[in-house]
Every structure is written in C-alpha cells, then in structure tokens.
C-alpha cells in the first residue's frame, strides 16, 4: 500500500542518514552500538521491503569497515556472527553483496587458534558457494574474495580442501558446480604452495569424475578446473593422469559440443608439453581426426615461422600468409583489414567513384604545392607552358594531340592539368584539334569503365545512347529518365537484400491478419522453425535480424 512505501522510503532516508554518520568517523562507541541495536531487528527480518534490509546491510558493513574495533571486540564478535549466520534464511537477493562484505570484515577479526571461530567456516561455506554462481557479478567477486580471506584465516589448506570438496556430493547441480569453481580459484590462488601442490593430483582425480555428469553447468566448471590444473602441476606430476583428463574431456554429452573449444585448447596444450604421438592414442577414434587436423596445423605454423626466418620476412607477413592461406574460419568476420578511418578493406577494389575522388584529392595536393611555389618564386610568369616529356620520349610539335599539353602557369595552381592525374582531367580533344565537351552521363559513364566494372545493363544502355557507334548528346530528359530508372533499380535491389520478416508469406496485402494464399500447403503458423544452419557463425546476423523484425529489442534497466 502507499502507506507502508512511504514508510518504507522514510526508513531508507534514515537509514543512509546514519550510513553516511558513521562514514565521517564521527560516533563514540556508544553510538555505533545504538545504530546497531536499531539495524539488527531489520537484518533478521524480511518484512520489509527488500531496499529495505538492502540499505541496513549497507549501513552494517559501513560500521565493520569504519569501526573495526567494535566488531572484532570479544563481547559483540560472537554475537554479530551469530546474527550473520541466523539470518541467511531471511537474506533478500538484492542484499547479498552487502551482506559478503560484512561477513569478509567478519571473518578477518578470526583467530585460527580459536576453535569457535574456526568452526563458524564450515557454517557459511554452503553459501559462500552458491554466491559464487549469483548473477550479479559484483556478489560473484565478493563471494570469491571472502573465500580466500577463510583460506588465509583457516591456514591449513589440507583441512579447507576438505571443506570444500565435501560440496562435491551436494544433491543440486548448482552446489556442486560452485564447489569446482571454488575449488579452480584456490588452485589459482595457491599453485605455488607446497601443500596445494601435493594435493593436486588427487583432487584432480576426484574431480574428473564429474565428467559423467548430464548437467552443463557442472560440465563447463570441470572442464575450467582441468585447464587451470593443467597451468599449475608439473609435468611428471599431470602425465600419470592424461587417460582420465583426455578421456573425460572427449566423452560424448552435453559438455563436449558446447564447450569444444575451450577442450580444444587444453588438448592443443597438452600436445605441446607431451606431444602429438602420447596424446592422439589417449583420444577416442572417432576423434582422431581433430588431433590429425591440430598436428597438421601445429606443423604447417611452425614450418611457416622457419621459412619467416630464413626469408628475413618481418612478423606482420607471417600473419598475412597465415591469414591468406588458412584453412579455419576468420574469426573477426574479415574485419582484419579494417582501416579504420574510411571503415572500406584495403583489399577492396577502387570502383569509379573511389577513383574519381582520388584524382579530386591529387589536385588538391597538387594545388596546395602550386600555391606554395608560386609563393616562393616571385618572379614567375603567367605565359604559356608545355607539360614536361617523359624520359625518352620525343615531342611532335606538328601532332594535333600536342593541344592538350599546352597549358599557363594560373591553370597549375587549379590542378587541371597535372602529369599525377590518369584521366587528363575532363578536358578532351579530338584529332582535329577541337574540345570535345561530354555530358555528366558519359562522363560517368566512361568512369566506370575506365575501372572495370563490366555490368550487361550499362553495356546495352551505352548501346542506345550511342545509336550504332555514333556519338550524339542526350538529352537532360533521357538523362534523367535513365538516372530515375537506374534509381528503382537500386532501390528494389536494396529491398530485395533486406531480411524478409517472420510469416511474411502469410501476410495478407489487402487487410490485417494472416491468410492462406493459393499454392500454399501449411497453414499460417505462430512459431519460429529452429534451423541449425541458420544460426551458425556465417548466418547468425541474418536470423538476428529476421528475428527482430517481430521482437523489438529494448535497452537494458539499470537497477
């Protein structure tokens, strides 16, 4: 009702009031022990609203972390931890962030010598676990960050392996999931400890078990601990156990096709430290192809990288031939080649309209470098130039063409006339020695031939234009009767290449709805078929967007 949200908001105000009190460092100890006597009815509870104990948690870990003092103080750390620990069942979702970091002040003040303390451990592991698999990635990182704070305080990691690994016989899948993750972390944590060390290949052996599990989740955690434990153990140390991590990682279920790659990677990594010939007899045949397509690979890239060195080639040529010549597929989609500033592939072929802007930017270049001589050499004229021959070249004066290298010193400085530009600007004579003038049409015209593009539709329009090889000027009407007719041609050709929307053959043209046209043999449906081509790497964008042309996409709320 709107009588208990407004309560509700006045408790928050006062509650983020007292929080901000005890962030300035300005109560007694008496005051702190006041504030705590008020926010521990509201921890315990759940009657309120979740924000609620959310904002007590928050004012609660401000006191453990401003007022370290009062929390580890004999008389009130056995009572805040039993409230901490009598109050999980009643713990909101939005308030397990707060309540970690509460229990990770918590459990520092712990005295390994202390059995009491160290038996409140075993107490809050379970939930230290399911934490670790939380959706919200902020309670993830503190569930991860109390767990090495008992780890320190337990100092004795035989006896915390234990713990943890007694969650690997939980009923949930969740549970045990988070148990291997744990365990992967500690593993992380502690790969140089002596005592992590010796224990490894055993818990190693315990875990893979679980590779006979149905359930993913659990799947995808063994299979990051066995990449992890890969890292950490020495070689003499992993080798007596390749059969069962080899063989659990190829055994048919649900992990194997969703997690190939990762397995993939640990096999390839495996290979270089034992060799192709003492894995490839630990693989199942009817995956002994995979390893035959890896060796092959593994020797072509080191084949490459020796005949790099003997060519003296840089490393960036290396990765082009890699790129070139690849078997696999490009992994960014052939984004390799993005330049960046134009967002076009340096491997793209310059069309007409590319190369017309080119020949605009060299008589710009050319024009900035005219200003700049004509502005140091102040004694230059303004009387006709001829264009400077090439080496070798004989000039015939007498040759009607030498009209077009006649040019003055003012035109330099417009770049009309440049020796850089290939198509001699659009100034043109004929054999007699006349300017021939040619409308935008032919000019663009003639570009795209000039750049290859050989397409049947230009080559009849230039048919018509011409009417049996004669040159003749077109009309502004045909001309832009041609440009609108070339126009709808582009725009149904766009049209064409956009995604077709969900029941679209369906859709009636006449009124609202479905309808079942002639020829059709099914009925109008109201699900999507699920095709597995559809959505693979090459095709995924496409169904994407077919998709969202039935399911508007909306901006994620922040909470």
């Known amino acids: 009702t709107q009588a208990e949200d407004d309560e509700s908001d006045k408790i928050c105000t006062l509650l983020g009031l007292a929080q901000a009190l005890v962030s300035s460092e300005t109560l007694d100890e008496n005051s702190v022990s006041l504030l705590y006597r008020a926010i521990r009815p509201l921890i315990r509870s759940d009657e ?6 959310k904002r007590a948690y928050k004012c609660m870990a401000e006191i453990c972390e401003k007022n370290g003092s009062f929390v580890t103080s004999s008389e009130h750390l056995g009572e805040i931890t039993d409230l901490m620990i009598g109050s999980i069942m009643t713990c909101q979702v939005s ?11 918590i459990v520092k003040a ?22 670790l698999k939380d ?3 902020k309670t993830r990182e503190a569930a991860y960050q109390l767990l090495l704070t008992m780890a320190e305080v337990r100092d004795d990691m035989t006896d915390f392996f234990q713990i943890v690994l007694a969650a690997l016989g939980a009923q949930t899948p969740h549970m045990r999931s988070g148990a291997v993750m744990a365990i992967s972390r500690l593993v992380f944590e502690y790969r140089d400890d002596y005592t992590v060390q010796q224990l490894l290949p055993q818990i190693l052996q315990t875990v893979t078990i679980l590779f006979d599990e149905k359930s993913r989740e659990v799947i995808k955690s063994v299979v990051g601990f066995v990449r992890v434990s890969i890292a950490a153990m ?6 007596p156990l390749l059969p069962e991590v080899v063989g659990g990682l190829m055994k048919y279920n649900k992990g194997k096709g969703r997690f190939r790659a990762k397995i993939k990677i640990i096999l390839k990594k495996l290979a270089r430290t034992y060799g192709f010939e003492k894995i490839t007899p630990l693989v199942p045949e009817d995956d002994a192809r995979l390893m035959t397509h890896m060796r092959k690979l593994e020797e072509r890239a080191k084949g490459r990288k020796a005949a790099g060195r003997a060519d003296g080639r840089a490393d960036g040529q290396t990765v082009f031939d890699d790129m070139m010549e690849s078997d696999e597929e490009d992994s960014d989609d052939g984004r390799t080649f993005m330049t960046g500033a134009t967002g ?43 264009r400077a021959e090439k080496v070798g070249e004989i000039m015939d004066m007498l040759d009607p063409t030498m009209a077009k290298s006649v040019h003055f010193a003012d035109d330099v400085a417009t770049g009309e006339f440049s020796d850089d530009d290939d198509d001699d600007g659009v100034m043109e004579f004929d054999d007699m020695g006349r300017l021939v003038v040619h409308e ?34 077109v009309s502004k009407f045909e001309s832009a009767k041609v440009e609108r007719a070339e126009a709808i041609k582009r725009k149904a050709q766009k049209k064409a290449n956009e995604p077709k929307s969900l029941g679209s053959a369906y859709k009636s043209k006449k009124a609202g ?19 597995g081509k559809s959505y693979s790497k090459k095709n995924r964008g496409k169904a994407v967007a077919q998709m969202g042309t039935v399911v508007k996409s909306g901006k994620r709320k922040r909470r």
């Open 344 to 386: 076009f592939t340096r491997m793209t072929a310059m069309t007409g309209k590319s190369q017309r802007t080119a020949a605009i930017e060299r008589a710009k270049s050319i024009k900035s470098s005219a200003k700049s001589m004509m502005s140091a050499k102040s004694t230059a004229t303004s009387g006709p130039r001829i």
């Open 110 to 131: 712990f005295d390994s010598t202390n059995e009491q303390h160290m038996a409140v451990i075993p107490k809050i592991m379970g939930e230290v676990l399911l934490c």
């Open 440 to 473: 935008p049409l032919d000019i663009d015209r003639r570009s795209a031939m000039d750049a290859d593009e050989p397409n049947a539709a230009d080559d009849e329009e230039n048919e018509e234009l011409r009417g049996g090889g004669k040159r003749r000027r």
């Open 513 to 531: 709805g479905d309808v079942k046209k002639k020829g059709q043999k099914f009925e109008p449906y109201a699900y999507v078929p699920l095709d």
């Open 95 to 105: 308030s397990r962030h707060m309540r970690l970091k509460c229990m990770i002040h």
């Open 48 to 53: 309120h609203d979740s924000k609620v104990q």
């Open 135 to 137: 959706s919200n990635a």
């Open 234 to 239: 020495e070689k003499d140390q992993l080798e």
